[in-house]
């Protein structure tokens, strides 16, 4: 136990170091966080950490938690903070980067207390993905992915702890004005199009009167299709010839 310890002492030491960027992102059983994280991932460069994923790894390589996770994911119960925040530690280290997206955590007040506590990481926001429980219901019961928590029983019980204990750590979020709420209930595409638009810096995104984008630096000239920095045609049949500039803004 002791060894444990110490080493997940140097794990928090470490990180602490790197200080990452982390986004929670949350949202209801099947609301399509994962789908979207994967989208994220491909466009902004963060890494994907799911905490459903990495429990039902730590199931698979037979530790010694394996069977008390399995038994808390197919009642749709929440496993210890200690357990998940762990994994989420230990691969935030291992996976180099310094952005991260934790998708399915926190789930309770606990988890939350219990993280920044621990790790002394504030998340920068938290993506959360709203949908009526008939359509995310309709979505697990034909994801198909050969989950055993994908059932119509334990889709109940999980719809249940999220609306008693996850909401409650939406809500304080809410509050510190952290929160940025997409509607999941549209087409994917659609869903990631608003998703972009929260992570788009402030000056790169379309205006209602114009637009901005920034210009590499020592560009002197750009020809052609215009591009924000996620690579989206901004712009065509432009020619634009400037010097010393980072910046133009088209009204
Ligand atoms: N916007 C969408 N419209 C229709 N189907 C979707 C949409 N987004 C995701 N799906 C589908 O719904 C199912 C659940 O999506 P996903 O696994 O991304 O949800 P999740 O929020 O990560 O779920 P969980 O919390 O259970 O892991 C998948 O089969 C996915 O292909
Ligand atoms: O932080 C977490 C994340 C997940 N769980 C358990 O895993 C299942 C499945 O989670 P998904 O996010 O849908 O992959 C969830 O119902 C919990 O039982 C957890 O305990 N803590």
Redesign the pocket.
């Known amino acids: 136990m002791g060894t444990v310890d110490v080493a997940n002492k140097d794990v928090t030491a470490s990180l602490a170091d790197k200080k990452p960027k982390v986004v929670f992102v949350l949202?209801?059983?099947?609301?399509?966080?994962?789908?979207?994280?994967?989208n994220i991932v491909e466009h902004f460069h963060y890494t994907h950490l799911?905490a459903?994923?990495l429990l039902r790894a730590e199931i698979k390589s037979g530790s010694e938690n394996g069977t008390m996770i399995q038994n808390m994911i197919k009642e749709g119960k929440i496993v210890p903070s200690e357990v998940t925040i762990k994994l989420l530690q230990k691969a935030m280290l291992e996976s180099g980067n310094d952005k991260f997206l934790i998708?399915?955590f926190p789930r309770n007040e606990e988890n939350r207390a219990a993280f920044e506590a621990v790790t002394k990481i504030e998340p920068e926001f938290v993506l959360f993905?709203n949908?009526p429980e008939e359509?995310?219901e309709?979505?697990?019961l034909?994801?198909?992915?050969g989950?055993e928590?994908?059932n119509i029983e334990t889709i109940r019980k999980?719809f249940k702890v999220f609306l008693e204990s996850s909401l409650p750590v939406i809500e304080y979020y809410k509050a510190k004005g952290k929160v940025r709420e997409i509607d999941?209930?549209?087409?994917?595409g659609?869903?990631f199009e608003a998703v972009k638009v929260v992570f788009t810096p402030k000056d790169e995104k379309v205006k209602s009167h114009g637009f901005s984008f920034p210009l590499l630096e020592n560009e002197s000239h750009c020809l052609g299709g215009l591009r924000n920095s996620t690579g989206d045609k901004l712009a065509y049949s432009f020619e634009v010839v400037c010097h010393n500039l980072l910046h133009i803004t088209v009204f």
């Open positions: 949202g209801g059983p099947g609301s399509g966080k994962g789908t979207q994280c994967a799911s459903g994923d998708d399915g993905f949908c359509e995310m309709r979505r697990l034909s994801r198909n992915q989950r928590d994908d999980r999941a209930a549209k087409p994917v659609e869903v």
